[in-house]
C-alpha cells in the first residue's frame, strides 16, 4: 500500500539533545513537508522540499534541521537550539507542480522534551 | 502573504441540526483543501476545490468554494456524533500553503 510513514510514534528527548524524526514515503511524490502543531492549534510549516537535494525554510525553521538526499525520505532533526520542542510532528507529501498540491500526511511523530 | 481565517474556532452543535464553518482568505487562489483530525491523530483528506464554484460532497458534509468572495464553506447536513473532530482548511497559491487555525467541532446527542 502507497503511503507515508513516519517514525516512531512518540520520542523523549533530554535536554540539549538532537534527535531525528524519520518520514518515507512510497508514493512517488516530488515534495515532502514538516509541520509542527501545538495542541489545540494549527500547523505551522518547518521546512519543505520540491526536490531531491533542495529545500526551503517554512515560517519557524529556527532549531531544526533538513536533508533531502532520496526522493522518497525527508528526514527532520530538533537540534538543541529548538528551545521548546514539545509538539507533535506531521511529516506531508505531495505531487507538486502547477496542477494541485493536495498534500498527504503521515501518522506523526509525538516528541516530549524531559 | 497568504492568511487564512476560519470561523469559528469552536463548535458545539446537537445531533440533527445543519451548520457551516468558513473558510476566508487574503489573496487570490483557485485551489482549496478540507481536512479532518481526530484527537491525537494526522489528518485526513476530504475535499480538494479547483476551480470558482466547485463544489463537493460526501456523506453529511459538503464544501464549495466562491474563488472571488476568496471564500470556502464547509456544511453539516444532519450532525452525528461520529463528525466530531476538528477541520481544517488549506489554500494553496503558487505553492504557498497555509492552513487555517481548525474548527473543533463536538456534536452531541
Known amino acids: 500500500d502507497g503511503g507515508i510513514t513516519q517514525s516512531p510514534k512518540y520520542l523523549f528527548r533530554k535536554e540539549g539533545q538532537n ?7 512510497n508514493l512517488n511524490h516530488d515534495a515532502m513537508y514538516w509541520y509542527r502543531q501545538d495542541p489545540g ?3 505551522r510549516l518547518i521546512y519543505y522540499s520540491q526536490i531531491v537535494n533542495d529545500f526551503q ?8 534541521s533538513v536533508s533531502r538526499e532520496k526522493k522518497e525520505s525527508f528526514p527532520l532533526t530538533v537540534t538543541s537550539a529548538q528551545k521548546n520542542p514539545t ?9 507538486s507542480g502547477r496542477v494541485y498540491n493536495e498534500q498527504f500526511f503521515g501518522p506523526g511523530t509525538r516528541l516530549t522534551v524531559l | 502573504e497568504l492568511k487564512v481565517e476560519q470561523n469559528p474556532l469552536f463548535l458545539s452543535m446537537q445531533e440533527g441540526k445543519n451548520y457551516t464553518i468558513y473558510c476566508n482568505y487574503s489573496t487570490t487562489s483557485d485551489r ?6 481526530d484527537p491525537g491523530k494526522s489528518l485526513e483528506s476530504l475535499f480538494v476545490l479547483l476551480s470558482n464554484g466547485a463544489v ?10 466562491d474563488t472571488k468572495a476568496r471564500l470556502s464553506t464547509l456544511h453539516i447536513t444532519a450532525a452525528v456524533h461520529d463528525l466530531s473532530a476538528t477541520y481544517f482548511c488549506a ?9 487555517g487555525a481548525g474548527t473543533r467541532l ?3 446527542p
Do not use: H, P
Not at chain 1, 525554510?57 to 531544526?64: P, T
Not at chain 2, 482549496?32 to 483530525?37: D, E, G, H, K
Not at chain 2, 489554500?91 to 492552513?99: A, E, L, S, T, Y
Open chain 1, 19 to 25: 534527535v531525528t524524526l524519520s518520514c518515507e514515503q
Open chain 1, 41 to 43: 492549534q494549527g500547523l
Open chain 1, 57 to 64: 525554510k517554512g515560517d519557524i525553521a529556527e532549531g531544526y
Open chain 1, 87 to 95: 509538539a507533535f510532528y506531521l511529516c506531508a507529501s505531495s505531487r
Open chain 2, 32 to 37: 482549496l483543501y478540507w481536512y479532518r483530525q
Open chain 2, 56 to 65: 463537493k460532497q460526501e456523506g453529511r458534509l459538503m464544501a464549495s468554494l
Open chain 2, 91 to 99: 489554500v494553496d497559491n503558487n505553492n504557498d500553503m497555509r492552513f
Open chain 2, 106 to 108: 463536538t456534536v452531541k
